[in-house]
Nanobody, 123 residues
Framework: QVQLVESGGGLVQAGGSLRLSCAASGLTFRNYAMAWFRQAPGKERSSVAS????????YYSDSVGGRFTISRDNAKNTVYLQVDSLKPEDTAVYYC????????????????WGQGTQVTVSS
């Protein structure tokens, strides 16, 4: 049974930072490209960042480029999203996703999803 479990969300003031984590189990982690999506109230879920199997290549959406950093630790079966210079418009539920043998990019779907972690940015 594949599980992706996110953590690290919370309430933060504008300009602050958080580090989101996603621990994967039940799959061969090194065979999966990983991504973070987010969904704000009343909006569709959208791709934020993604990372290749080895971590050598990454993708960021235009809205977060330069402020967010995705990374992975294959020894710990974990992917991270460092979110800096947060803005109120970054408020959303952030989801971790896995796609087998994929490449970084603006994913529209994934093989597996986490349950999400809430990030709320106050102004």
């Amino acid at each position: 049974q594949v599980q992706l479990v996110e953590s690290g969300g919370g309430l933060v003031q504008a300009g602050g930072s958080l580090r989101l984590s996603c621990a994967a189990s039940g799959l061969t982690f090194r065979n999966y490209a990983m991504a973070w999506f987010r969904q704000a109230p009343g909006k569709e879920r959208s791709s934020v960042a993604s990372i290749s199997l080895t971590g050598g290549a990454t993708y960021y959406s235009d809205s977060v480029g330069g402020r967010f950093t995705i990374s992975r630790d294959n020894a710990k079966n974990t992917v991270y999203l460092q979110v800096d210079s947060l803005k109120p418009e970054d408020t959303a539920v952030y989801y971790c996703a896995a796609k087998r043998y994929s490449v970084p990019g603006p994913w529209l779907d994934a093989d597996f999803w986490g349950q999400g972690t809430q990030v709320t940015v106050s102004s």
